[in-house]
């Protein structure tokens, strides 16, 4: 509640300021307040059009409402005007997850630009496996892993990539990893 004051203190003091709003956002929406962070954010665009986080965050909100066409819509315009955007093209590609071979270009492009980043390398390698291409799959995984070596759903989807390549020995010890520092994770 203090941070909501001072932001509020901040944004009576400077209301078109889009760091401002895309904070405030982020408060509403950690309350589960949607629609008030996404009015701010979208007040945020329009202040701003080519604020990044700002951008990120609702495509992020719209991506969890199930508003994918709408969330890709707030990417693609941001990388209208800046094309080689990583963080944007990784956030166009996990939205076009629901269409492999269109998520694959733009997932492929933002770990070109910034290969030490986790989530592009975990949503290429779950793209090659819905495409059929497990060795592709297995090998993003691994380095998604050597990134963020206890992340579950990223071990859990390398067992899946040496299933499928017939590898049941490796999968199985995967998984035994995964149980064994996670025995919660179904």
Known sequence: ?????????????????????????????????NDRAEEMLRQAVAIDAFHLQARLRLTELL???????EAAEVIEDLLKANPGQPEALAALGRVRLVDPQAARPYLEEAVRLNPGRFE???????????????????????????LRPGHPLCRNNLAIA????GRLDEAEADLRILIAENPEFV
Request: proline share 4%; glycine share 10%; with cysteine.
């Open 1 to 33: 509640s203090e941070a909501e004051d001072l932001l509020d203190q901040a944004l009576t003091a400077a209301p078109e300021d889009a760091d401002l709003l895309t904070s405030r956002a982020g408060l509403y929406s950690s309350r589960g307040e």
């Open 63 to 69: 991506e969890r409402g199930g508003r994918l066409e």
């Open 120 to 146: 592009p390398l975990f949503n290429l390698g779950l793209c090659h496996l819905q495409l059929g291409q497990p060795e592709k799959g297995e090998a993003s995984l691994r380095r998604a892993l050597d």
């Open 162 to 165: 040496l299933t499928m390549q």
